[in-house]
Every structure is written in structure tokens, then in C-alpha cells.
């Protein structure tokens, strides 16, 4: 049958680019008729006009419909969920049938039917006569209507199957969402054109190749015959400056109009350059997604989502792995970003099997991946934030790279090409890699990576510029180690930067689960969670990961001297002047003073104000904001900070000796012998803390573990851990001594093993207040890092509403994440302490926090401690599954931390750096309580 063919379509125009025309159009996106069928073996009788749909259900197009109760969505990231069988598939193929009546205006004539995109295999009909069928679900095609075109009444009728020959080109890491999921529309708009627009040395060249003729009013340009060829005085586009011109190309029977934007993308010497200048993407990848419509993305999304890239110094996306709606590309270029656009291709379940079949290098397949690249050219190649084309993604090797490459090549010279799948780069422009780590960017940087066998092909690699394609992948709690890749971008001008996975959790909406991931539909074959790794979660709420990457991709650094400041200018393409620097002065996170500094637009060194006197410690903090409002954020948004401690912080800060020294007093409380210290209880059998100024407590106790991070989990060390026990450890009283304070020896052990903790607790009373130092010796031979280094206590819940701290804030911060974090002080409830990551996991640590103020009693630490405060445990969350798992308790779980593990990107991508391992040593961690 037709769906198992090879070719790519029948019946379909020549593809064109997308237009903004004032020819007539109907919109027939709204409300279709539909029926749902298990099986491709349904009647085609449907299509006739005549046919009665009205028992049929109604579907809104666009949108996918088993997000409407007809069968259900399913997650895979590489395993195709048929068998691999090309170009067969199963009989059981999930096919939706549509129907819409729509009447023809008077006197209409001719017209096109075109759709913008349907998964995976569509055939229409309009008014019982077939138009054709075509697959390339993220593609445009369009049918010509008008010789079956009525005045009145017309039925438009389509058939989608789920599977096809098709599938096997498009198995991206997402849902499949089978259905019309983009617009249609019936127009009688022909047009095509290709604009020109090159940029260098302060003027543009224009022209183009279509029909009619070009006008730009404002730079004086008045109906430019095709291959006519103009230079202009033109401000450049570029991410950073996205100067558009408004332009009208005038047809016999309709007017086009567009924004041109002048640049020009080169590589010298292995550089990628835009209008002659070092390009670094600070980039990520975007799916088309959201938690209600899947793909079907309004627009008021579409535009959120650029501006809060904008927003977050994101320069650059990668159309990750399909070209995107066309709006969006307009979106981009208007308000400035880099685009690599991406041909609706791949095939990575292939690689299971050894890459047998492939379709990349299989020659029947070899006119449909054509057809993919040359509609996906065709339809983008006006807009100015597309920089690169892309073949695709994990399709591995073959004879069909070479076809896609030759005809983008002879068609449009003026952008690289990209491909990450080959790494002899055969039939690219650019060096592409996923999820290198930093010693081996490092190497390319330097041009010393491992070589090609092919001493041509070698050579000619490191000529290119190299990008990460893919890397710091944002699942869950993370990605860890961006600040070290980021510098090595800046460090090596090979290296072009890259693009983080991804931009948004792929969480759909579910009345259960609150957001549904791979296997809550029953799938038989999933990847469980590991579609939610983005930067946003699925609400579009900017998580941890986004706010360190805003830091890291800062235009602006901040380097501090002997009363200065350096104010480095790292915008590619602009100076300073748009941009105002306010300077804040803070005692103990309290604000003491604030100044405008005067900073010229190129940058450069400047005086800072004289620092006020008094005690406390002082930390100055510079931002960058916005002098005036922008397309993409208003006047005051913060663009980049830098922050350095004015006084030295007092680092270490050895506890107070005690005044008076005073030894624990006996008594019998509840039943149950304790010592009184202080102000403090403790009971006698365990030496566990159970009172503290007046409030109830549990501990606290040494703690090794924490409930893993997705990094942890994909990435083994989860695994490690548990098989060590460190999620089950006991707790063993060697000893208890009354003197000037109170001891109390113990040792932490997990079972199994003869690994374990020596943790000895000495309790001191001091000025109202209690000091405790916690001694730590490892027993055994730890040979792999460990989670955690912290003391866990618990209060009654209710017993603490809200935590103010001084330290770094207001978001969590680990080792090798936090970049966003800086030293104030910062208020917060229990419930805003926590990230609601999804896939529940540890998450919320504080860092560097100097005291933590719980309401019933106080923290300080010699010098800091990290802090996390919970209603539920380590346990609990590590148990969870989802958010709605998560029920607070009756006991508040406050953790004290002298050190956590890094978070790194093991769920694709490296783990921490060596210097963000923990490992077990003999350590001293001290802190005091005090009444608040």
C-alpha cells in the first residue's frame, strides 16, 4: 500500500518559500469532524461529499489526537516503537480520518491547499477527488485546488496513518504525536522568491531570483528586477542588533511582503564569522513542544519562548530535530536570534541493530530525504537568523548525506552546513560534536584531537570551526560543569560554542501525575523520565539550570581590583551604551549603599565609590540593566552581575571560646533520663539532641545520602551508592561523656560492607547558645565519591513557616552549579525552598550559608554550612515518582550540610569535573545554635 512506499509524495507542488502574501486565503484551521480507527483497513468512502459524519467525534486542527482521547501518547528517545522493518510496518496502524466543510466566497477561483504539517502519512481529497498523499510530517505541502474547487459548499477530507515508510526518518527524541498539528490553509498565493542580502564593510548587497519586483522604501530601492544586483548603506543583522528592513516584491497577481536582513556568515581559518566577526553560540535546543498540544504550539508560546531566551542571554537555537513552525523563525528574526535549522530526519533506532537498513545509505530512500531538505530550504531560506543548515540528526552514515549536501550547496552557497552523525565531516562545513567532554573541547580547541584515518579528511576537519551540537544536558537537577565549558568557548577561537539539551521538559499535562513522562500511557517500550530535560520546566517556569545559564552566557564580566572594577565588553557585535551599571553595597546582606556608575561604552576600568565604615561583612555587587526598554525585555532588566567582598570574609571562623564553661545537668523528663545543657536536652541512652530552646527536635544526626539526581542515576553513581547502603545506614553509640560538655561517640555504618564513619559529637554551651563540633574519620577503603556530608534533624511540622539565611540565594546551588546564586540575605517558605523538578529528586541546597534563621531557633557556621529544609525525607523524595507523590508530613527535615557531591551532565555527557567528586577524609564540621 501506498504508505509503505518510498517516495516521498504525489500530487504536491513545487515546495516555496513561506510568504506573508495579500492574496486571498481561507483559514481552515478549527473545529474538523473525526474518526479515530486502530487499523489502516477503514472504508475510503469517507472522502465522498455526500458521506454522513455526523455520528463522528470533533477534533481541533491543529492538534494531535490521542491528546483527545483517541489512543495515547507514547515516549521513546532512540527505540522505534514498531518493529524495524523498512519500509513495513504493522497492520495495527493508529489512523485518524477528518472531514471539513468549508464554503468558497464568490467568485473565488484556483487556489492551493497547503498544510503545514501533519505526522506521518497523509492523503486528502477535496470534494471525492484525490489531490495526492505526502509524509515529512514537519514540512509543508501543498496540492492544487482549483479544478476541483465549487462555488459554496466543498468538503475537504483527509486520511492520516500514525506509521509509514516515513516513520523510520523520523525518530527524534520526543512524543509521538501522531495528527494535523499545524496550520491549513487555502490560498491563492504563488509566489516564490529568494532574497539576497550580504553584508561587509558598512553596506549591503541585494538581490534576488523570483518574478515581479523588489521594493525597500527605506533604504531607497524601488522595483529591483530578479538577478539584478544593488549595494546599499545598511545597518548589519545580527542576534545582538536584528535590523530588519521592510521589503514588497510585486507579482502580477498578488503582493508579498518581508524583512531582509544584511549579513554574511564566513569561516577564515577555521572561524566561524558573522559579518567578518567571531561568532560564539551561546545556544540550546528546541523541540516544539507544550504540556497541553504537544507540537501544536500557539503563537503567544512560540513568542514566549524567544523571549525568555532573550531574557536569559541565549543568543542562538538549533531547531532541534525538525524545521519549526515558520512563525517562529519570524520570531526569531525580529528579535535576534542565531538559527541552525534542522531537516525533519532521523533515524537513530537504526543503531540498535548495527545500523543495518539505514535509510541515510539506503539509495530508495535517497528522494525522500531530498524532498525533506529541499522543502525545509525552500520554505526558510528569507529569514536572516538562519546561519546554518542542518542535514539532520543521529542518522548515521551514508550515500544520501552526500545527495542532501550537494543540492543545499548548489542552491544556496551563502550558509555552512552542519551534521554532527559523520565524524569525518565529509559533507559538512562545520566540526560537530555531542556531549564532548571538557579535556577533549579543550583538545580541538588547541587543534590536537585524536586524528582521522583519512589524512585528507583530517586535515580538512581541523580547518573547520567546532561547535557542541549538543551538550550540559538540563535534565532534572543541573547540568553541572557550564561555567568550564563556557571559558574554554571564550579561551580557543575554534571553538564556536554550542548548544544546550534542551530547552524544555517534554511533561505532558495529566490529571494523575500532574505531568506525564515516558510509560504513564502503558507504553511497552519507553525511556521513562528521560524526555524531561529542559531549562524551562513544562509550564515554561524558568528552572535552576536557566537561571546559571543566564550567568554563564553573560555579555558582561565584572573583574574586581583594589577599589575597581573592570568592565569587560563581551557582546560580539555591540558596545556598552545601551546598557546602565548600578553599584550596591551590602553589610551582612543588608543594604548600605547604592550608586550609578558612569562605564564607557567600550568598556574599560572605573572607580568604584569608597566603601561605607562600619562592621558586618561587606560584599559590593555591579549589574548591568537595561538603559532603556527593549523588543525583548523592559528598561531595568537585569543583563549581567558581578559581585566581591569588599571586607575579607573571615574564613575559618573558629567558635567562640565559652565564657563559662558549665557540665550537663541530669534529669528526667517524659519518662526518660536526659542531660540538661544549656538550654538544650539530650537523651541520656543515645546522646540525641531532643530539645532545643523550648522546641521539640530529632538529631542531628550524620548523613551520607541524598535522593539521587537524574545525573546520578544515568550516570551510575546512584547505582554505586546503593549497593554500598549508603541509602540505609545505622547509627551506633560507642560512647557518652559528661564533662565540660558533652560527648558522644558513634559509628555510621551501612550493612554488608565493613566500610563505615567514625562521627563524634561534642556539645558546648555557650552565651545562650550551643556549639557543636562533629569529628568525622572514614573506616575502610572509599573508593568511589559519595553524596553527601551533612547532619539531618527534624522538627514538628508547622514548627517553622519560613527561613531567612544569609548566604548565597535566592536558588539552590551545588558544587558545580549555583553560577546564579549570589551572597545576600534571602527569605523563603518551606514550600519555596523546594524546586519542583518533575521527576522528584534532591534538589533545593543553599550554599555557603553563613546562619539560617528557622523562627524557633537559629544556625550560624564555622564558617559555612549548605541547607535544605523539607517536608518530607531523603527517603520519601527518593521514593517518589512524580510531584503529587510528595505529601508533606507531621516532622520538617532540616538538613545541614558541610559538603555535597557535583551534579554534573551523566545523564548524557560527563559526569563532575575531579574537583567537584566528594570523597570520604577525615573532616571537622562545626556549627552553633541560637535562640532566634
Known amino acids: 500500500m501506498d504508505l509503505e512506499t518510498f517516495a516521498p509524495g504525489s500530487g504536491l507542488l513545487e515546495p516555496r518559500a513561506a510568504l506573508r502574501s495579500d492574496a486571498p486565503a481561507l483559514d481552515l484551521n478549527g473545529t474538523w469532524r473525526f474518526r479515530f480507527s486502530q487499523s489502516v483497513n477503514v472504508h475510503e468512502d469517507f472522502a465522498e461529499p455526500s458521506f454522513d459524519d455526523s455520528d463522528w467525534d470533533s477534533l481541533p486542527v491543529p492538534s494531535h489526537w490521542n491528546l483527545h482521547g483517541h489512543g495515547a501518547p507514547a515516549y521513546t528517545n532512540v527505540d522505534f516503537p514498531i518493529p524495524i522493518d523498512p519500509p513495513r510496518v504493522p497492520d495495527e496502524n493508529p489512523t485518524g480520518d477528518y472531514r471539513r466543510v468549508f464554503d468558497l466566497p464568490e467568485g473565488w477561483t484556483g487556489g492551493r491547499l497547503r498544510f503545514e504539517g501533519a505526522e506521518s502519512f497523509a492523503r486528502v481529497w477535496l470534494n471525492g477527488h484525490e489531490l495526492g498523499f505526502w509524509t515529512g510530517s514537519r514540512l509543508p505541502a501543498e496540492f492544487d485546488a482549483g479544478p476541483y474547487l465549487r462555488p459554496g459548499r466543498n468538503v475537504l477530507a483527509v486520511r492520516v496513518h500514525q506509521w509509514s515508510a516515513a516513520t523510520y526518518l523520523e525518530d527524534q527524541d520526543m512524543w509521538w504525536l501522531p495528527g494535523i498539528f499545524r496550520d491549513v490553509t487555502l490560498t491563492r498565493s504563488s509566489a516564490d522568491v529568494f532574497v539576497h542580502a550580504s553584508y561587509a564593510d558598512g553596506r549591503g548587497t ?117 524545521p519549526p513552525h515558520p512563525d517562529f523563525l519570524d520570531l526569531c528574526d525580529e528579535l535576534g536570534l542565531w538559527v541552525i535549522d534542522e531537516c525533519d530526519l532521523e533515524t537513530h533506532g537504526f543503531g540498535e541493530v548495527g545500523w543495518r537498513a539505514n535509510p541515510t545509505d539506503d539509495p530508495r530512500y535517497a528522494d525522500a530525504l531530498l524532498d525533506r531538505m529541499r522543502r525545509m530550504v525552500e520554505r526558510d531560506k528569507n529569514h536572516p537568523s538562519i546561519i546554518m543548515w542542518s542535514l539532520g540528526n543521529e542518522a548515521g552514515v551514508g550515500r544520501n548525506l552526500a545527495v542532501m549536501a550537494d543540492w543545499t550547496r548548489s542552491r544556496d552557497s551563502s550558509r555552512p552546513i552542519h551534521y554532527e552523525g559523520d565524524r569525518s565531516c565529509a559533507h559538512t562545513d562545520v566540526y560537530s560534536r555531542m556531549y564532548a567532554s571538557h579535556a577533549e573541547v579543550e583538545a580541538i580547541g588547541r587543534r590536537e584531537e585524536a586524528p582521522l584515518d583519512d589524512p585528507a579528511l583530517d586535515e580538512r576537519r581541523r580547518g573547520m570551526p567546532f561547535m557542541q551540537c549538543e551538550y550540559a544536558h538540563a535534565m532534572g537537577n543541573g547540568p553541572g560543569g557550564l561555567a568550564e565549558y563556557q571559558e574554554l568557548f571564550e579561551r580557543y577561537p575554534r571553538l564556536a560554542g554550542g548548544f544546550i539539551w534542551e530547552w524544555i521538559d517534554h511533561g505532558l499535562a495529566h490529571p494523575t501525575y500532574e505531568y506525564a513522562y515516558g510509560g504513564d500511557y502503558g507504553e ?7 524526555v524531561i530535560d529542559g531549562l524551562v520546566f513544562p509550564d515554561r517556569t524558568p528552572s535552576p539550570g536557566l537561571h546559571d545559564l543566564k550567568k554563564v552566557f553573560e555579555p558582561v564580566r565584572f573583574e574586581f581590583g583594589d577599589g575597581v572594577v573592570r568592565v569587560v565588553n563581551g557582546h560580539g557585535f555591540r558596545d556598552l551604551s545601551h546598557l546602565d551599571f548600578v553599584v550596591t553595597v551590602e553589610a551582612d546582606g543588608e543594604t548600605v549603599a547604592e550608586h550609578r556608575l558612569t562605564v564607557p561604552a567600550e568598556g574599560g576600568e572605573v572607580k568604584l565609590p569608597p566603601p561605607p565604615a562600619g562592621d558586618g561583612e561587606l560584599w559590593v555587587t555591579v549589574r548591568a540593566v537595561l538603559a532603556a526598554d527593549q523588543p525583548w525585555a523592559a528598561a531595568g532588566h537585569e543583563v549581567a552581575w558581578g559581585q566581591a567582598p569588599l571586607k575579607p570574609f573571615p574564613s575559618p571562623v573558629e567558635p567562640a571560646a565559652p565564657a563559662v564553661v558549665s557540665a550537663p545537668a541530669r534529669a528526667v523528663l517524659d519518662g526518660r533520663e536526659h542531660h540538661v545543657l544549656g538550654d538544650a536536652e539530650f537523651d541520656a541512652a543515645t546522646g540525641r539532641l531532643v530539645r532545643l530552646f523550648g522546641t521539640e527536635v530529632e538529631g542531628p544526626r550524620l548523613d551520607l545520602w541524598r535522593a539521587p539526581t537524574d545525573n546520578d542515576t544515568y550516570g551510575g553513581l546512584a547505582g554505586k551508592w546503593r549497593r554500598l547502603g549508603l541509602h540505609r545506614l545505622t547509627h551506633r553509640v560507642d560512647g557518652i561523656e559528661a564533662g565540660d560538655g558533652l560527648t558522644v561517640r558513634t559509628r555510621v555504618a551501612p550493612a554488608v560492607t565493613d566500610l563505615g564513619m567514625r562521627a563524634t559529637y561534642t556539645w558546648t554551651a555557650v552565651g545562650g547558645g550551643l556549639e557543636l563540633t562533629v569529628d568525622i574519620e572514614p573506616e575502610g577503603d572509599w573508593t568511589d565519591p559519595i553524596p553527601r556530608v551533612g547532619l539531618n534533624m527534624t522538627l514538628p511540622a508547622g514548627t517553622v513557616e519560613h527561613v531567612t539565611w544569609f548566604g548565597r540565594g535566592p536558588g539552590e546551588a551545588y558544587p558545580d552549579t549555583g553560577m546564579s546564586a549570589r551572597v545576600g540575605r534571602w527569605r523563603a517558605s518551606i514550600d519555596e525552598l523546594q524546586i519542583p523538578y518533575v521527576f522528584p529528586q534532591e534538589n533545593g541546597h543553599r550554599a555557603d550559608v553563613r546562619w539560617a534563621d528557622f523562627g524557633a531557633f537559629k544556625v550560624r557556621g564555622y564558617p559555612v554550612f549548605g541547607l535544605t529544609a523539607r517536608p518530607w525525607s531523603a527517603a520519601e523524595l527518593d521514593r517518589a515518582r512524580h510531584r503529587p507523590d510528595l505529601v508533606p508530613g507531621d516532622r520538617l527535615h532540616i538538613g545541614l550540610d558541610l559538603a555535597q557531591q557535583g551534579i554534573g551532565t551523566a545523564t548524557c555527557g560527563p559526569g563532575a569535573l575531579p574537583a567537584y567528586d566528594l570523597r570520604a577524609g577525615r573532616t571537622t564540621f562545626r556549627l552553633r545554635f541560637e535562640p532566634s
Open 206 to 322: 541585494l538581490s534576488f531570483e523570483g518574478e515581479g519586483t523588489l521594493s525597500v522604501p527605506e533604504l531607497g530601492v524601488a522595483d529591483l528586477a530578479p538577478g539584478t544586483e544593488v549595494s546599499v548603506e545598511v545597518e548589519p543583522w545580527t542576534a545582538e542588533t536584528p535590523r530588519l528592513y521592510d521589503a514588497v516584491v510585486t507579482f502580477p497577481e498578488e503582493t508579498v511582503r518581508l524583512r531582509i536582513g544584511f549579513r554574511t556568515i564566513s569561516i577564515v581559518d577555521g572561524v566561524l564569522l558573522a559579518n567578518g566577526r567571531p561568532l560564539l553560540f551561546k545556544g540550546v535546543n528546541r523541540h516544539e513542544f507544550h504540556p497541553e498540544h504537544g507540537r501544536a504550539v500557539p503563537y503567544e508560546t512560540m513568542r514566549e519562548d524567544v523571549l525568555l531566551m532573550k531574557r536569559h542571554n541565549v543568543n542562538a537555537v538549533r531547531t532541534s530535530h525538525y
Open 524 to 530: 511497552p517500550v519507553h525511556d521513562s523520565n528521560f
